[in-house]
């Protein structure tokens, strides 16, 4: 015990809390085989199994159990003090960052959040995902998404968040609709509308607007936003849309923008990522750069 390799700790730490060895490699930056050995050297040298199978997941055992508290404890301090010793350089950074967006997010902060990286980062490369509200959090735990920018999304406590900004929706149209000029709510709830639902779930406006008993009228469902916007302006149909979306593509489109005439709250952007990867200076180094990227553009499209 007194020869024991402390590097096997991280290596339990990541298995007890991610759930599993592909999801402790992702986290680790290691390969499965490399993790699974780690393990087994731990099991021989502590003379306990430490994880039991459970289906996909990896159940630890009572050994565990009783010994993470103070593992997790002193890995936290030893890695603090490893981190003050060292200097953080983005420059050298060689890894892949991996972002839950929305279509309207990735194309407006994206292209700045790219060009940043790139300047200070050269050796990180980003992959955008769409990922359902409700996988969120099983993705996060297990390492295949490091953060997720959305709505309010209903997460469990070991899930981190950080409010980004509050965007407004307007309804866009073509430039010669007969509501360019002024569109009022009767006018809104008569029209036909497209509307933008890439996995299938409820449209959060309708649903609020049949909480007060008024509907419209859904003659078009979509994938995309951009889509979207493309086929209001080649017809009548009117689509509901976040204004700094919007905004950012008047200069492309022959589109219209008047505001919502229904009165709703702003719509609150959070980025989400897992509690345990608060302490990685790479990672928080890139929350950084993320959160100032979104809030950057966003603002941008809306002035």
């Known amino acids: 015990m007194d020869r024991i390799d402390l590097n096997l700790f991280r290596v339990l730490d990541a298995i007890y809390t991610h759930g599993g060895v592909s999801a402790a490699a992702r986290a680790l930056h290691l390969t499965q085989p490399a993790v699974t050995h780690a393990l087994g050297r731990l099991r021989d040298q502590l003379g306990d199994p430490l994880f039991v199978r459970q289906g996909n997941r990896l159940l630890p055992t009572d050994k565990v159990r009783a010994m993470m508290p103070a593992v997790q404890s002193h890995l936290k301090g030893l890695l603090a003090s490893a981190h003050t010793q060292a200097t953080f350089t983005p420059a050298s950074l060689q890894m892949e960052f991996a972002i839950g967006f929305r279509d309207i997010l990735e194309s407006i902060a994206l292209p700045r959040l790219v ?36 709505r309010p999304l209903r997460a469990g406590p070991r899930i981190a968040h950080q409010h ?11 430039r ?13 709830l008569v029209a036909q509308h497209v509307i933008v639902s890439p996995l299938g779930e409820a449209n959060a406006l309708d649903t609020l607007l049949g909480q007060n008993g008024l509907f419209r009228e859904i003659r078009m469902v979509a994938q995309h936003y951009f889509a979207a916007c493309q086929i209001v302006v080649a017809s009548d149909l009117l689509l509901t849309v976040p204004k700094a979306y ?27 990522w897992h509690e345990s990867k608060d302490d990685d200076p790479a990672h928080a180094w890139f929350r950084e750069r993320l959160v100032k990227s979104i809030t950057g553009a966003m603002q941008a499209s809306s002035t």
């Open 115 to 150: 060009a940043e990286i790139g300047r200070e980062a050269p050796g990180v490369r980003l992959v955008s995902r769409r990922v359902a509200a409700d996988e969120m959090e099983r993705e996060l735990s297990g390492g295949s998404l490091d953060f997720m920018v959305d």
């Open 164 to 174: 980004l900004l509050d965007d407004t929706l307007v309804v866009a149209m073509r």
């Open 176 to 188: 010669d609709h007969p509501f360019a000029r002024q569109l009022s709510r009767a006018d809104y």
């Open 246 to 272: 919007a905004e950012h593509l008047k200069p492309v489109l022959p589109m219209a923008l008047q505001p919502l005439p229904i009165r709703i709250r702003a719509i609150p952007i959070l980025a989400y």
